[in-house]
């Protein structure tokens, strides 16, 4: 279940970074495109769930809705590119993206280290690891 609630929370941080543009698309009169956007976001988690929810449970609806989150965030940079004219920071998102991947890495790191500390599974000279 801590998986699950991981997953979503990363489609939170999607969702977060990208809901900017779809206030953008509605409020520049391309409210029709965002709700099918949207509705063919719906469609998909639905599908994907019929399939995959039978064989691998909480998981898979949890994965299923972050995809469908990443697949209306692209669709929302694609509407944004296409029918505004604002350009998209390609660049910032994408070292936005990398900062985030390093913090991901270095909490699972933490994360790993610490429990593997706890459990008694390393040695007391392992904390001057932590302490740099």
Known sequence: MTLCLKILFVNVL?????????TLL???THEKAVSWLVAGSIALNIGLNLFLLPRYGAVAASLDTLLCAVAVSVGYL???????GV???????ARLLL????LCG????????????LSG???PELWAWYLG
């Open 121 to 123: 599974g390393s040695k």
């Open 78 to 84: 694609v509407l944004v590119a296409r029918r505004t």
């Open 87 to 93: 350009p998209v920071p390609f660049r910032l998102l």
């Open 26 to 28: 509605t409020s520049t």
């Open 106 to 117: 270095t909490w699972y790191a933490l994360q790993f280290r610490l429990n593997q500390e």
């Open 99 to 102: 900062a985030f991947g390093l």
């Open 14 to 22: 999607v969702h977060a970074f990208f809901a900017i543009y779809s």
